[in-house]
């Protein structure tokens, strides 16, 4: 019903075919698992279709090399290929070019990239940083450690009821003494998508540079950073089809043009004396090392299958699913849905009274259904709902709504046994 060929899509992921149940202390199947998995597990990492594991393996089996610095064709043949990965990217999120498309090992990184580069340079005592309170830790505890350094103020903040942000409390926390405004584009424990471009329109208003977290939002809807006007702009490989150990770092070329490099070391130098160093272009200034090869070139399958099936179609699809979700949810009065019900990204949070999320899902994981309990490195959002944890259902472009018909049945026996 939401356009997608699911059916099809399904055929390309082989880890779907899965069963679990058996014993869980080697990895892989065995022959006493039993069970189907539904996988509802996305927003913490996502399935890898067969030409993305075929992409990497045809790099390692044809044209495995360093890149950079070869002069031989496989090293000639892997460059080419590492270098177009930026350009694919670029044109994936609408940056302007490679130069804008810093390979990082994943959003976390990204983060730290701009904290010890820009923070530890341009961020001044009595200066603040303005975020929120539904940041991931890897947002929240950068900007917060960042300002313990510099002398400088965190400010977070406050969302309302439905877990909205609170656009007056983010006017009034945003000042000229504010040099950095750092919000999360989809919420990976609410599920709200965040008004980016205009808190970045507020931002640049103070002369305050703009971050976005993208990790939930660039795998699951059209992103353009160009029409977010953001400065910087993160996510990760690993959520949106592609391998882990690759994550994005997109920041406007000038900025990044004008920041010292963050790791030092091999491929990000143009020339070194014993008394100094100069940097190579971008992006490779930001680049120490050898970088993440493979994965950039599993990271340009991921993309070309996303592309395929087209990011407006998975919004669509993502966004129903939610919502079926949520109002199957919340026919449960025991049951209390964190977020918005309109508008919300593809995932669901919620508690099930008086059972902690890590018993429910532990009873999920009996039925096949693998989900997420914990605090999603949204602690200090947590503290705010008044909960410990929560259990996340999060869903991607080859889940079903018998699927999520699995997660209510899963979750009514947990009920009926806990009540
Ligand atoms: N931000 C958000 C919103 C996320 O959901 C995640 C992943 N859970 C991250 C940042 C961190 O991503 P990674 O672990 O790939 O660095």
Same mark, same amino acid.
Request: hydrophobic share 40%.
């Given at each position: ?13 082989? $880890? ?5 149940? !058996? ?31 075929? +992409?990497? =393996? ?11 610095? !070869? ?35 994943? =959003? ?6 701009? +904290? ?17 309170? #539904? ?43 504010? &040099? ?19 808190? =970045? ?25 160009? /029409? ?5 702009? &993160?996510?990760?490989?690993?959520? #949106? ?35 100094? &160093? ?33 990011? /407006? ?32 990204? !593809? ?31 949204? @602690? ?10 929560? =259990? ?15 997660? $209510?049945? /899963?979750?009514?026996?947990?009920? @009926?046994?806990? &009540?």
């Amino acid at each position: 019903a939401t356009g997608l060929d699911v059916e099809a899509i399904r055929e390309d992921f082989p $880890i779907l075919d899965r069963q679990i149940g !058996g014993d869980v202390t080697a990895p892989g199947p065995d022959e006493t698992d039993d069970t189907p998995l539904y996988y509802l597990d996305n927003a913490a990492t996502s399935h890898t279709p067969r030409q993305v594991v075929e +992409a990497m =393996t045809e790099y390692y089996y044809e044209y495995n090399s360093n890149v950079h610095r !070869g002069i031989h064709s496989l090293s000639q043949e892997a460059s080419v290929a590492y270098e177009e990965a930026h350009d694919r990217v670029a044109a994936f999120v609408g940056a302007d070019g490679r130069e804008e498309i810093v390979f990082t090992k994943n =959003t976390t990184e990204a983060f730290n990239l701009v +904290a010890y580069t820009w923070g530890l340079t341009e961020l001044e005592p009595g200066e603040n940083v303005v975020t929120t309170q #539904m940041e991931h830790h890897a947002s929240l505890v950068t900007w917060q450690q960042l300002c313990e350094k510099q002398g400088a103020e965190v400010r977070y903040v406050e969302i309302d009821e439905d877990g909205h942000l609170d656009m007056d409390d983010l006017r009034s926390k945003v000042d000229d003494d504010t &040099a950095m405004v750092s919000t999360v584009h989809v919420s990976n424990t609410l599920g709200t998508v965040n008004p980016v471009a205009e808190i =970045t329109e507020i931002a640049h208003e103070h002369d305050a540079l703009s971050f976005v977290d993208g990790a939930q939002a660039v795998p699951t809807r059209p992103v353009d950073v160009g /029409a977010i006007d953001a400065d910087f702009y &993160a996510f990760s490989g690993h959520k #949106m089809l592609g391998p882990t150990g690759i994550g994005v770092l997109y920041g406007k070329e000038r900025l990044l043009e004008a920041l010292p490099p963050f790791l030092v070391g091999g491929a990000m130098i143009r020339r070194v004396e014993f008394e100094g &160093a100069t940097w190579e272009d971008l992006p490779w200034k930001f680049e120490a090392g050898t970088p993440p090869i493979a994965e950039a070139v599993g990271l340009t399958a991921a993309i070309d299958y996303l592309e395929e099936v087209g990011m /407006a179609a998975i919004e669509r699809h993502e966004s129903e699913l939610a919502r079926y979700a949520y109002d199957r949810l919340a026919e449960f009065d025991d049951i209390e849905i964190y977020g918005p019900r309109e508008e919300r990204g !593809g995932l669901v949070g919620f508690n099930l009274d008086s059972v902690h999320a890590h018993d429910l899902s532990s009873i999920l994981d009996d039925h096949g259904v693998a989900v997420r309990a914990g605090d999603h490195c949204t @602690q200090p959002l947590h503290d705010v709902l008044g909960v410990p944890a929560s =259990t996340r259902a999060s869903f991607y472009l080859y889940n079903t709504r018998e699927e999520i018909d699995e997660l $209510i049945d /899963a979750v009514d026996t947990a009920r @009926q046994l806990f &009540a």
